[in-house]
């Protein structure tokens, strides 16, 4: 496409030669690509100025920015706009030839529950026969159900790999893609040009205040998935919502805790291995089976529920697909374990509003004690959600392992403490601290007795674990599968030393 005809379609002035070609859009100049505009972005760290020449010497051909500083050579065409982000948006959706005005999109956000509920959409819309696509934290899928991983590994990634994916959904036949949208996508204009269908809304609680700022701000970044969309899934459980409301065009309502709401779920039953209610709906009520376990699975199936039934499903077929769902790897998954053996769990909580969901759920059918071994990121990670997470653990739990998870350059031993701090000035000492978390899983698997569950918290389906400045392969289902196979060879070198 002629540059001029890129920056008309922006509704953009050019500065010279409007005929040169562009064949796509970067905004990371190592990325650039013969035939490519450059997006200048002036980021939290650096100014994407200084990388013009890189990205020229790699063949781009043009650079759209907010302004070319004094001093930064431009060798190609440079094309101000008001806002490089929103530039570099609508410039890949141009070039990709806006793939999402061909598919239904339905987009979900919130805080927890975003890829839960994305891949039981997913599987719902597929039961139902459509041809369905996948963008989400886990990677993305085409209709064809393979998992593929983007270049860079975002919930959400950039906006040019967002468009190309969504040209390759097209491409391959998709009539849907679930897209699962990261309040940092949202804030940083990753899916500014996407067309929404539909936009679901799990709930808010705080995370990434690192970034957002404040509850105020990350609750107007999430919002503007729901402002986008013409009709909204809200969540009458979520105190947010009343302010959702009025900005929503068109909406649903859920509750799966006795609300007032279009869709409902009643009489609810946590099995050992699978979630039972009475769903009421928009069509009537019936009795609804999900293999998961979690009681919070109840509001994230609901809302796969109503916001699949907004793009055309009736009710009794996705009860049905609802029976079917194989789970979410590393959300509340269950180790295979033998008799007489604890039950481990491997789950991604990592804030305390969801960690203690995850605990008061998995205590429903836990006949013995409860167990948990955490840990809490850090880096850039938010460090004010470590005594938080220290109390809520020590609150819901029996038995507390305090460990490593992704501390990065902070002092592991700095999080142990405030972990620490939480649960002692909550008047707790139910706890110990072992860094190493193999060792702290391997303490808590065996120590624990038949009749408890272990929980493997915050690392859920992570294939890394960051230690220091080293980046390790990390699988905690092996851990736990492991850490079951050392009680077992213990018990057996000590029959009599059983836990
Ligand atoms: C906090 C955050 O999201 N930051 C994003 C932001 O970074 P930034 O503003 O600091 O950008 P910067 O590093 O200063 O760079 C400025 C510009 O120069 C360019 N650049 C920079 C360096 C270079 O060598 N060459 C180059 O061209 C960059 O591409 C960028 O366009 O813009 C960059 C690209 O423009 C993103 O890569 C970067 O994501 C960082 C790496 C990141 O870790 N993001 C995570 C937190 C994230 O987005 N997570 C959410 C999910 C969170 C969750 O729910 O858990 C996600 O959707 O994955
Ligand atoms: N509706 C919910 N309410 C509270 N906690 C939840 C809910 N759904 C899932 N969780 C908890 O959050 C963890 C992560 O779930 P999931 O991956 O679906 O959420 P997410 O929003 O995609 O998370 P992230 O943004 O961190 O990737 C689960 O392992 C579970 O402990």
């Known amino acids: 496409m002629r540059l001029g005809d890129l920056a008309a379609a922006l509704d953009l002035p050019v500065a010279s030669d409007p005929s040169v070609e562009v064949t796509g859009v970067t905004h990371q100049a190592d990325w650039a690509r013969p035939g490519d505009a450059f997006v200048a972005i002036r980021g939290a760290r650096v100014d994407g100025h200084s990388f013009i020449g890189q990205a020229v010497e790699r063949g ?3 650079v759209l920015g907010e302004g070319l500083p004094e001093g930064i050579d431009c060798p190609v065409p440079y094309v101000v706009v008001p806002a490089a982000r929103a530039a570099l948006a609508d410039a890949a959706a141009e070039l ?26 997913r599987h719902l819309l597929r039961e139902a026969g459509r041809s369905t696509g996948l963008l989400s934290t886990v990677g993305y899928e085409l209709p064809d159900g393979v998992l593929r991983q983007p270049p860079t590994h975002f919930t959400t990634p950039e906006a040019p790999q967002v468009q190309q994916i969504l040209a390759g959904e097209v491409a391959a036949g998709a009539e849907t893609v679930v897209v699962e949208a990261s309040s940092h996508a949202l804030a940083l204009d990753r899916v500014r040009a996407v067309d929404f269908d539909v936009a679901a809304w799990t709930n808010l609680t705080g995370e990434h ?23 909204a899934v809200l969540n009458a459980d979520d105190p947010w919502t009343e302010q959702l409301l009025p900005m929503a065009a068109s909406h649903t309502t859920y509750s799966a805790e006795g609300a007032d709401a279009d869709w409902r779920a009643t009489d609810v039953v946590e099995g050992p291995d699978d979630l039972r209610f009475t769903l009421h709906s928009p069509e009537g009520s019936r009795t609804a089976v999900l293999p998961m376990i979690g009681r919070f699975n109840v509001a994230n199936a609901l809302a796969a529920l109503a916001g699949v039934h907004a793009l055309g499903v009736d009710v009794p077929t996705l009860v049905d697909g609802l029976a079917t769902f194989g789970g979410v790897p590393g959300r509340m998954e269950m180790v295979e374990h033998g008799e007489g053996e604890p039950r481990v769990i491997v789950d991604f909580a990592h804030t305390a509003p969801s960690l203690e969901k995850a605990l008061a759920t998995v205590r429903v059918t836990t006949q013995g004690r409860l167990w948990v071994v955490l840990g809490s990121a850090g880096g850039p990670r938010d460090p004010s ?13 029996d038995v507390v392992i305090f460990t490593e998870e992704d501390h990065r350059d902070t002092p592991l031993q700095a999080i142990l403490d405030e972990m620490e701090r939480g649960a002692r000035e909550a008047g707790r000492d139910n706890f110990v601290s072992i860094g190493d978390r193999r060792e702290a899983i391997e303490y808590a698997v065996s120590a624990a007795g038949p009749a408890d569950t272990v929980l493997l918290a915050g690392k859920g389906p992570e294939e ?27 018990l057996a070198a000590d029959p009599a030393g059983s836990p």
Not at 210 to 231: C, I, N, T
């Open 60 to 62: 781009a051909v043009a």
């Open 464 to 490: 890394t674990l960051e230690r220091d400045t080293e980046t390790i392969p990390w699988d905690e289902m092996s851990e736990a599968r492991r850490a079951l196979q050392v009680r077992r060879e213990a």
């Open 96 to 121: 990709a030839g806006h793939p999402s005005r061909g598919l239904q999109i339905l987009g979900v956000t919130g805080t927890d529950g975003k890829t839960t509920t994305s891949c039981l959409a």
């Open 385 to 397: 959600k470590r005594a938080p997470l220290g109390e809520t653990a020590t609150e819901c739990a």
């Open 209 to 231: 205040l690192d970034f957002h700022g404040s509850m105020e701000g990350y609750f107007a970044d999430k919002a503007k998935l729901v402002q986008r969309a013409p009709f």
